[in-house]
């Protein structure tokens, strides 16, 4: 089993719709997840952070973790084609840096449809 | 402005070549990152480093090799011990301090093989 799942679309839905991206990880001692946004032959910007479990709100942009189920979502309200990317989801296990700093999701590839 | 810089945006490597990519932040970042990222593959770990004249290795660092002798630079060679280097390649910087190793990412190089 992979350590952190995330499908890969692509999701294509119109504009104006809310968008639900998620991933599911399988260690237990991951406290720290972020949201990163990739746009096509860019690098990727980071969109939301949240430590431990709960609700986190940025304008358009939801991020919620459960930590008793393991998954971890990011809501779109009010989508736009400029949304269009590939989401990453990114998680750790502890402050600082190092090889086991940051864990990765493959990335979901994200259409919005005008 | 405060961020990474990679560069340059485009290379390309000739069969037995060694190829250098580049990498400085102005974050004053202790930790940085060498990644590679593949279509479908997601972002693969090639070299850590979290302190000058230190550098640790990734998942898949044969092939390549990095030094460390400036906080603000973290160069990449891409030896000619790398069999497959088509791929784009991304720095990232973190700070050693920030919860959660929040990493943040350079516009990436795109390395193709003539």
Redesign the interface.
């Known amino acids: 089993q992979k350590e952190v799942e995330q499908d890969?679309g692509p999701l294509s839905v119109p504009e104006g719709a809310i968008v639900s991206l998620n991933c599911t990880y399988s260690n237990s001692a991951f406290?720290?997840?972020?949201w990163?946004r990739q746009y096509s032959?860019?690098?990727?910007?980071?969109l939301m952070?949240t430590?431990s479990s709960g609700n986190k709100e940025d304008g358009r942009f939801t991020a919620q973790v459960d930590k008793s189920s393991k998954y971890i979502s990011l809501f779109i309200r009010d989508s736009q084609p400029s949304d269009s990317a590939t989401y990453?989801c990114?998680m750790?296990v502890?402050?600082?840096?190092?090889?086991d700093?940051?864990t990765?999701?493959?990335?979901t590839h994200l259409i919005i449809q005008p | 402005d405060g961020g990474i810089t990679q560069s340059p945006k485009y290379l390309f490597r000739k069969e037995g070549q060694n190829v250098t990519l580049s990498c400085e932040q102005n974050l004053n970042h202790d930790a940085m990152y060498w990644y590679r990222q593949d279509p479908g593959q997601g972002l693969r770990l090639i070299y850590y480093s979290q302190i000058v004249n230190d550098f640790q290795k990734g998942d898949i660092a044969e092939g390549y090799s990095v030094s460390r002798e400036k906080k603000e630079s973290f160069p990449l060679t891409v030896t000619s011990a790398q069999k497959n280097p088509t791929a784009f390649y991304l720095c990232a910087s973190s700070s050693q301090t920030s919860g959660g190793n929040i990493q943040y990412f350079g516009a990436g190089t795109r390395l193709s093989v003539l």
């Open positions: 890969p406290q720290y997840f972020m990163y032959r860019k690098g990727p910007e980071l952070y430590y990453l990114a750790s502890r402050s600082g840096g190092g090889a700093g940051l990765f999701g493959k990335g």
